[in-house]
């Protein structure tokens, strides 16, 4: 065999993967394979003056490369077993907790020290939030900050490539069982390289990636589900009670009309509106700086509603897709609305946005979210922005910004068992690619999980 482990993905599961199997047995030959470039060749050609929006990259520097999906993201770590993904489903709620605090220190000890967690235990804003029929999720939340993550990621890939091979701009096209045990990867260059044991870690942009090799090695995989809402903005004043004491709060509600559940989601005070390229249709999302020289005055979070969908429809992803194309079509990309102009059922125009007195942090066209978001969706986000408004007076505002769509693409579930392996002996499937995971604290743990189970495996194995 080439090597005894084999990588596919360098994102957050990727990454600490590699950086435990390293802890535990550093003798180990292990290899990483990256559709992305390396950190810091990762370059968004949109600058805001020649590049002003999303010109669809082949590979999408925000989504691939050295530090995945999360490499320019917001790095919220956040320890809990309420939101970012089910692993506790697979390894148990403790343990869960444990990698995810074990993740916190190596990040702590590779550039994030000094970085603030913050909590949401006890708080009076929980009380606040039931009293208006809202409920406050429980979380500590690490928030890196785009620049610290940043800095964090360039500390572990320092420490790990004397070690691990790394193969950037590499995609693995084939991932076949060799007959007598192991795998053999396939390159888009057509080259072989063959491993004991892969961990297949390739997020969200590798979805359909993801379902092809289950359905060629036999693998099942279960429909899942796909959110999708707006992102808002507003001045940072009315939610600063919030994000000032806990930074991310994750508020859910349950509509009146429908009992839809609607939820906060990616809190980022004092951030930016971004767009993000997910298989070349544009959706938005955000971010914001530990760094105070980089804040704005507004702060931004998404408002998410769940779509699980029964037999026999089994496409979630594409239905998400098709709402995002719908936006894309009207709006060349993102539309932006003010909350006022959607309510009084017209479109924003660039003049109405120009009057405004939230200033967008993304360049988006003016335009009608209610053309683009299925009825049930966009009352249940109405009537949450109202709920908001009685315990942040001022979110229900007329200039309060709606960016849409947002969605959030899940990707189908692969069969796994409690070591998170396939029925492919020795092929394991981690982080977003696997479905169990929609987070960066979730994602790193299960790396860290594998890791100690492949160790585990190869160190006992009789010689
Ligand atoms: C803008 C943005 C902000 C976010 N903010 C947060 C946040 O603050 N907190 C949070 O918890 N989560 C956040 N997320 C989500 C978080 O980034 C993901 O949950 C996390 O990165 C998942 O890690 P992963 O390793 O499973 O996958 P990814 O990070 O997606 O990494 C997968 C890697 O695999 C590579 N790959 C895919 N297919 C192949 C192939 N065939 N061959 C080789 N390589 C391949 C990709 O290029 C990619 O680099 C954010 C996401 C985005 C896009």
């Given at each position: 065999m080439d090597y005894d482990v084999i990588i596919v993905g360098a994102g957050p599961g990727g990454i600490f993967s590699a950086y435990e199997l390293m802890q535990k047995s550093p003798d180990l030959r292990v290899a990483v394979f990256e559709l992305g470039a390396p950190l810091e060749r990762r370059k968004c050609p949109i600058d805001g003056k020649k590049v002003k929006s999303c010109i669809k990259c082949k590979t999408c520097s925000i989504m691939s490369g050295f530090g995945g999906a999360g490499a320019f993201s917001d790095g919220k770590y956040n320890i809990t077993n309420q939101f970012g993904g089910t692993l506790y489903e697979y390894i148990g709620k403790q343990q869960a907790l444990e990698l995810m605090r074990y993740v916190d220190d190596i990040n702590l000890s590779h550039g994030g020290a000094g970085t603030k967690l913050y909590s949401t235990a006890n708080t009076a804003i929980k009380k606040k939030c039931c009293e208006n029929d809202l409920h406050l999720l429980d979380a500590q939340v690490r928030h890196l900050g785009t620049d610290i993550n940043y800095i964090v990621l360039e500390n572990l890939y320092n420490a790990l490539k004397s070690q691990v091979t790394f193969f950037f701009r590499t995609e693995i096209v084939n991932v076949e069982q060799l007959d007598g045990g192991g795998f053999s990867v396939t390159t888009?260059?057509?080259?072989?390289?063959?491993?004991?044991?892969?961990?297949?870690?390739?997020?969200?942009?590798?979805?359909?990636?993801?379902?092809?090799?289950?359905?060629?090695?036999?693998?099942?995989?279960?429909?899942?589900?796909?959110?999708?809402?707006?992102?808002?903005?507003?001045?940072?004043?009315?939610?600063?009670?919030?994000?000032?004491?806990?930074?991310?709060?994750?508020?859910?509600?349950r509509t009146k009309q429908f009992e839809d559940l609607v939820r906060t989601f990616c809190m980022n005070p004092h951030g930016v509106v971004v767009n993000e390229n997910t298989n070349g249709i544009v959706t938005v999302n955000g971010h914001s700086y530990e760094d105070e020289s980089l804040h704005t005055d507004n702060t931004n979070f998404a408002l998410l509603v769940s779509k699980h969908f029964s037999e026999p429809f089994r496409d979630s992803n594409g239905y998400g897709e098709s709402i995002a194309r719908l936006s894309n079509m009207l709006g060349g990309g993102v539309i932006v609305q003010r909350f006022g102009d959607l309510i009084r059922g017209r479109r924003s125009n660039a003049q109405r946005i120009a009057e405004s007195y939230v200033v967008p942090t993304l360049a988006a066209t003016p335009g009608d979210l209610s053309l683009v978001i299925p009825k049930r969706i966009l009352d249940?986000?109405?009537?949450?922005?109202?709920?908001?408004?009685?315990?942040?007076?001022?979110?229900?505002?007329?200039?309060?910004?709606?960016?849409?769509?947002?969605?959030?693409?899940?990707?189908?579930?692969?069969?796994?068992?409690?070591?998170?392996?396939?029925?492919?002996?020795?092929?394991?499937?981690?982080g977003d690619g696997s479905g169990v995971t929609h987070s960066l604290s979730h994602a790193s743990a299960s790396g860290v999980y594998v890791a100690r189970r492949i160790a585990e495996k190869l160190l006992t194995k009789p010689q």
């Amino acid at each position: 065999m080439d090597y005894d482990v084999i990588i596919v993905g360098a994102g957050p599961g990727g990454i600490f993967s590699a950086y435990e199997l390293m802890q535990k047995s550093p003798d180990l030959r292990v290899a990483v394979f990256e559709l992305g470039a390396p950190l810091e060749r990762r370059k968004c050609p949109i600058d805001g003056k020649k590049v002003k929006s999303c010109i669809k990259c082949k590979t999408c520097s925000i989504m691939s490369g050295f530090g995945g999906a999360g490499a320019f993201s917001d790095g919220k770590y956040n320890i809990t077993n309420q939101f970012g993904g089910t692993l506790y489903e697979y390894i148990g709620k403790q343990q869960a907790l444990e990698l995810m605090r074990y993740v916190d220190d190596i990040n702590l000890s590779h550039g994030g020290a000094g970085t603030k967690l913050y909590s949401t235990a006890n708080t009076a804003i929980k009380k606040k939030c039931c009293e208006n029929d809202l409920h406050l999720l429980d979380a500590q939340v690490r928030h890196l900050g785009t620049d610290i993550n940043y800095i964090v990621l360039e500390n572990l890939y320092n420490a790990l490539k004397s070690q691990v091979t790394f193969f950037f701009r590499t995609e693995i096209v084939n991932v076949e069982q060799l007959d007598g045990g192991g795998f053999s990867v396939t390159t888009a260059a057509e080259e072989q390289y063959t491993c004991t044991n892969c961990i297949v870690s390739v997020g969200r942009s590798g979805s359909k990636w993801m379902e092809r090799v289950c359905g060629q090695l036999g693998i099942r995989t279960l429909s899942n589900r796909v959110d999708i809402g707006v992102r808002v903005e507003l001045p940072a004043v009315v939610f600063s009670h919030l994000t000032d004491e806990l930074y991310e709060s994750k508020i859910v509600y349950r509509t009146k009309q429908f009992e839809d559940l609607v939820r906060t989601f990616c809190m980022n005070p004092h951030g930016v509106v971004v767009n993000e390229n997910t298989n070349g249709i544009v959706t938005v999302n955000g971010h914001s700086y530990e760094d105070e020289s980089l804040h704005t005055d507004n702060t931004n979070f998404a408002l998410l509603v769940s779509k699980h969908f029964s037999e026999p429809f089994r496409d979630s992803n594409g239905y998400g897709e098709s709402i995002a194309r719908l936006s894309n079509m009207l709006g060349g990309g993102v539309i932006v609305q003010r909350f006022g102009d959607l309510i009084r059922g017209r479109r924003s125009n660039a003049q109405r946005i120009a009057e405004s007195y939230v200033v967008p942090t993304l360049a988006a066209t003016p335009g009608d979210l209610s053309l683009v978001i299925p009825k049930r969706i966009l009352d249940g986000i109405i009537e949450m922005i109202y709920a908001l408004d009685k315990i942040a007076p001022g979110t229900a505002n007329d200039d309060t910004l709606l960016y849409g769509v947002e969605v959030k693409f899940y990707n189908m579930e692969v069969e796994l068992d409690t070591n998170l392996e396939t029925t492919a002996k020795g092929l394991y499937v981690i982080g977003d690619g696997s479905g169990v995971t929609h987070s960066l604290s979730h994602a790193s743990a299960s790396g860290v999980y594998v890791a100690r189970r492949i160790a585990e495996k190869l160190l006992t194995k009789p010689q």
